[in-house]
């Protein structure tokens, strides 16, 4: 097993950053799934690339923020990527990700970071995340 990527998953409460995470690591997500608002968690995924290498990647989990909130700093420390969560129905949260990238950008360590982008159309629709660093 070679490096551990650092993945901090971000954007506004309630977008559905952990759904997101819980269906395309452990596929156990349904329409009865009670979910409850994340404080913070890390989830390990060992994740086999097309070229036969695995790779362990370190997802965190964020809280949810709002608009004009800032990233805790050990995140911008930490962080080879971030994947930024938005919903499509809510505008709102378009704008919250345009602020946490604006201020990642501006305080991040000078280490060069990943960006992805996921939008979550229906809560409980099939979501595939391709993770490339």
Partial sequence: ???ISKVVVCGMKGVGKTTI???????NIT????????????YVANIESDKGTKEKVRFYDTAGGTTNQQLPRHYLVLADGYLLVYDTANRNSLDVLISLKKDI????DKKEVSFFLQTLVMYFAMLHLVLCF
């Fill in 105 to 108: 950008d501006k305080n991040k």
């Fill in 21 to 27: 995470l819980e269906q395309v690591i452990y596929g």
């Fill in 1 to 3: 097993m070679g490096k």
């Fill in 31 to 42: 329409e009865k799934t009670e979910l409850h608002p994340t404080i913070e968690d890390i």
